[in-house]
Structures are given as structure tokens and as C-alpha cells.
């Protein structure tokens, strides 16, 4: 998955292929969506770009299938650090099947992006 960030226009794009949840949005209020599914060299897939919009101070979760998406919201409802966020996602939700990782970013227009990272690999 391939994210671009316009802080400007508070603005995301992303396009993917594969098995890569996101989560995005305030504590309150959080969409998900997901890439195109496939395996790359599998078939041949077509990759659509889609646009969101972010408020400042939202909160950016990627995750691969490795982790189990169901509960993820609740998670971001109760963890207010990207590191704690991408610690409790891993801690939660790894499914013990496959490898993982988990990028958890707090977006904000005027200043660089926090970013976390969990991997583990089966």
C-alpha cells in the first residue's frame, strides 16, 4: 500500500494491492478501508487510487493480514500515544499465522507525523 500525505490540503491518497488493512480518523469517529486484495504475479490486478480527508491530530493505522483487524477500533478508542496504539494493536490483534506489521501515524498539518512500528515475523 502506498500512501501520500498534502499536509497542505490535509489530503491523503493511497493505492494498494495485497492484504493491508487501514484505519483512519479521530478517536471518535474511525472508517476503514482496505487495498485491493490479491497476491501480486497471481493475476493481474487493477489498482485504483482513493482520496480521504484528515483532521488535524486524527490518527493513521496500516496494518498487514498477520493481525486480525476486527477490534482494532475499539483499540484506537482507548490508546492515545502512536506508540501505545501500535504496542496494544500488536499485542491484541496478532494472529500468530502470519508475519505482521502495524504503522500507526498521528497526522498534523503544521508539523512532522509520529510514526510507530511494530513487526514480527513468523
Partial sequence: M????DCERQMASYAGV???SMFFGDREKVKWRSGDA???????????QLRFTWEDGDI???HTDG?????????IHHHHTPS???NAIHAHQYSGMDDALVLVCSLHAQRAVQIEEETIRA
Fill in 38 to 48: 490479491g497476491i501480486l504475479g497471481y493475476r493481474q490486478i487493477q489498482v485504483r
Fill in 18 to 20: 495485497g492484504n493491508i
Fill in 60 to 62: 493513521l493505522v496500516l
Fill in 2 to 5: 502506498v500512501v501520500h500525505l
Fill in 84 to 86: 501505545d496504539l501500535a
Fill in 67 to 75: 493481525l486480525r483487524k476486527e477490534g482494532v477500533k475499539r483499540l
